[in-house]
């Protein structure tokens, strides 16, 4: 199953309601036209669903090719939403855990408690397994460490 955004199923809708009028491949300007989208939403969006292997797009021509549009997805509601589908149970745990520290400190948390409520809080976790979440969240961009004068800190 893949998740996607409603605006990438919005693009999948009209590409599967009309192949009968572009039974093999439709034209990318086609796409922005009649779903009225920017020029930049539309390739983002195009190059989403290329990586999720629904369709091809060929830079040069600029027509895309439908790879599998019958694979069963899941709809969020945008990219932050899809970010939190991406994340597995523990660190969606420990995500709901930094949330906490991280208000209960007016959005930053210094380093040392936020990962001490990793290691001796309720999960338990490893040192490497707490070093191993923390660097995952930071690069779905859902933490950020911030350095300050008096020491290191997250914030979401």
């Known amino acids: ?27 990318y300007d086609t796409i922005r036209d009649v779903l009225d989208l920017s020029e930049t ?49 523990t660190e969606e745990e420990a995500y709901v855990i930094i949330q906490d520290v991280i208000s209960k400190y007016d959005g930053y948390a210094p380093r040392y408690i936020l990962e001490g409520a990793l290691l001796y809080g309720e999960l338990g976790l490893s040192t490497k397994r707490t070093y191993n979440i923390t660097v995952a969240l930071e690069n779905k961009q859902l933490l950020k460490r911030v350095k300050r004068a008096d020491g290191e800190y997250y914030t979401i």
């Open 1 to 27: 199953m893949q998740i996607i955004t409603k605006q990438e199923n919005r693009i999948l809708m009209f590409i599967k309601n009309n192949l009968d009028k572009y039974p093999e491949s439709i034209s």
């Open 41 to 89: 939403k539309v390739v983002d969006l195009l190059n989403s669903l290329q990586k999720k292997n629904f369709i091809f797009v060929d830079q040069d021509t600029k027509m895309v090719t439908y790879n599998d549009l019958d694979v069963e997805v899941k709809i969020v509601e945008d990219k932050s939403a899809l970010k939190t589908y991406m994340l597995n149970k």
